[in-house]
Each structure stands twice: as C-alpha cells, then as structure tokens.
Nanobody
Framework: VQLVESGGGLVQPGGSLRLSCEAS????????IGWFRQAPGKEREGVAC???????TFPEYEKGRFTISRDNANKRVYLETNDLKPEDTAVHYC??????????????????WGQGIQVTVSS
C-alpha cells in the first residue's frame, strides 16, 4: 500500500488549499482514508475521514472549514481547507485503513500512512 500526498505549500491567511492523497498497491473496495495533521510540538490530530465504498464521511456534518471528498476511479481523496489560519500550519498526512467500512479519526486504527506534506499559512 502506498499513499502519496500532494498540494501543500505556503498559503496566505484567508486562502484555501486542496490536498490530494493518491492511493495504490491494493484492490480492496472497502477502505477508509483519513486526513490528519501535526503541528510542531503538538499531537497528531484527525481532521476528517471518508469511507470509499459509499462516500460517507466523519464527522457526518461538514466540519467547518474542511471538506473531504473522493475520486474512486483514480483512487484519490481530497481535503479542502478554506479560510486558512496561521494555526493550520502543520504537516498533513493521509492514512488508509484497508477493509474498513466505517472510518474513525483514531490514528492507531490506520496501518498505512503517507510521508506527509507541509502546509504553512503565513503572510
């Protein structure tokens, strides 16, 4: 299983960013992708996750500034963040739980992780 994040970089406060996670190396139809982030000196926190087989997400409501979506044909999952703030500066990771049909935002439930991508919000 391989996960590759892209789309990070430097963004001005108030801007938007869409991160992409491309998955490969497996054929299961049931899996979940979660997005997590870790700021310097802080614990890794979950942002959103999505169940690939039906597109359901967690949290069930749109979590404020975050929107998670999927492109099943290309095995990609996106995380869009709007109204970016300096406190959103962090390394962002996507992770896969193969065989899952209901995702959770618990890091220990994900076996496969991408290398992470830096998002810096600064003027």
């Amino acid at each position: 299983v391989q996960l590759v994040e892209s789309g990070g970089g430097l963004v001005q406060p108030g801007g938007s960013l869409r991160l992409s996670c491309e998955a490969s190396g497996f054929t299961d139809d049931y899996y979940a992708i979660g997005w997590f982030r870790q700021a310097p000196g802080k614990e890794r926190e979950g942002v959103a996750c999505i169940n690939i087989h039906d597109g359901s997400t967690f949290p069930e409501y749109e979590k404020g500034r975050f929107t998670i979506s999927r492109d099943n044909a290309n095995k990609r999952v996106y995380l869009e963040t709007n109204d970016l703030k300096p406190e959103d500066t962090a390394v962002h990771y996507c992770a896969a739980e193969i065989g899952a049909w209901k995702c959770r935002l618990l890091p220990f439930s994900y076996k496969h992780w991408g290398q992470g991508i830096q998002v810096t919000v600064s003027s």
